[in-house]
Every structure is written in C-alpha cells, then in structure tokens.
C-alpha cells in the first residue's frame, strides 16, 4: 500500500529556514515524480517544486525559485523540501503528492497520483 508522510512543518519566522520531509512507503522514489504543493486557508491548492526521479528534472513554482530547494534521498526513500527566505503568509498545509511524471502547463505544477495528509507551516505575517 503507498503512504506518503510529511514532516518537519512548524512555526517559523519571516526570513527564517525550514525543511520538510516526505517519507514514501510502498513504492520507490526513484521510480516516480514527487511533488510539493501548499494550500493556504480559503486558497487553491498550488504547485511548488517538482523532481523527476528517473532523470533528475525538477521544476520551481517562480514564487519560490531561488529560496525553495528539492531534493531526494534514495537510500531513505524520501523526498525533501528545502525553504529558505520564507515569506509572511499565515498557516499553509504543505503535501507532497507522487505520480509517474511532473506536469506543469503554464508555469504551474499539477500532479495526480498519490498524495500525502500534509504538514503544517505558519510563517507569521
């Protein structure tokens, strides 16, 4: 069965550092595209990084290219958000999602396939 699992949401200061980690089980990482998305109170869900495992393509939402960095470890079988210069914006729930590849139209990151129960980030505005 896949289960996909956030962690390492919490509070944190405008300007400050957090990484959150997303803890596949079921299945291979390294088979698969993983996503990070965030939905914020009353706000659609949006896109913010993709990686494509089998190659290594990633992709960026361009409100966070720059400051947000995805990663993978295979050995762990996770997936990793790096944010950094994090912005004033409330409580947002952070997901990771996997699917066989990312897609973005637009700019903007989509995905389907499996998604995870999401960890909490609050950036105080």
């Known amino acids: 069965e896949v289960h996909l699992v956030e962690s390492g949401g919490g509070l944190v200061q405008a300007g400050g550092s957090l990484r959150l980690s997303c803890a596949a089980s079921?299945?291979?990482?390294?088979?698969?595209?993983i996503g990070w998305f965030r939905q914020a109170p009353g706000k659609e869900r949006e896109g913010v990084s993709c990686i494509s495992n089998s190659d290594g393509w990633t992709d960026d939402a361009d409100f966070v290219k720059a400051r947000f960095t995805i990663s993978t470890d295979n050995a762990k079988n996770k997936v990793y958000l790096q944010m950094h210069s994090l912005k004033p914006m409330g409580p947002a729930v952070y997901y990771c999602?996997?699917?066989?590849?990312?897609?973005?139209?637009?700019?903007?990151?989509?995905?389907?396939?499996?998604w995870g129960q999401g960890a909490h980030v609050v950036v105080p505005s």
């Open positions: 079921g299945f291979t990482v390294r088979n698969y595209a």
């Open positions: 999602a996997a699917d066989h590849r990312c897609s973005v139209t637009a700019g903007r990151i989509s995905m389907r396939g499996y």
